[in-house]
Nanobody, 121 residues
Framework: QVQLVESGGGSVQAGGSLRLSCVAS????????MSWYRQAPGKEREFVSI???????TYADSVKGRFTISQDNAMKTVYLQMNSLNPEDTAMYFC???????????????WGQGTQVTVSS
């Protein structure tokens, strides 16, 4: 079994910062990528950022220059440093990982339960 657990969400005022964490655990052979998505009330889930095992990163235009994704522990932990937050960043943030579990052929996508980020003006 593979599990993803997010933490670090909370309530901040506009202009503030938060750091989200996502820890992957279980029988993990390798991790190809880890990423963050978010979903605001009444909206579809949207991509925020991804980090690939080679270290390359990609960001949604809406967060470029404000958010930074990083990883630790051989891609078992991913962070999302969020600066200059604004009310439009309010959403549930979900961690996603593309992982090859032990004794399984092929990669699989896993999702965490999400952590709420609320930014007030």
């Amino acid at each position: 079994q593979v599990q993803l657990v997010e933490s670090g969400g909370g309530s901040v005022q506009a202009g503030g910062s938060l750091r989200l964490s996502c820890v992957a655990s279980g029988y993990i052979y390798s991790t190809k990528s880890m990423s963050w998505y978010r979903q605001a009330p009444g909206k579809e889930r949207e991509f925020v950022s991804i980090i690939i095992s080679d270290g390359s990163t990609t960001y949604a235009d809406s967060v470029k220059g404000r958010f930074t994704i990083s990883q630790d522990n051989a891609m078992k932990t991913v962070y999302l440093q969020m600066n200059s937050l604004n009310p439009e960043d309010t959403a549930m943030y979900f961690c996603n990982a593309r992982i090859r579990p032990w004794r399984v052929s092929g990669d699989r996508d896993y999702w965490g339960q999400g952590t709420q980020v609320t930014v007030s003006s």
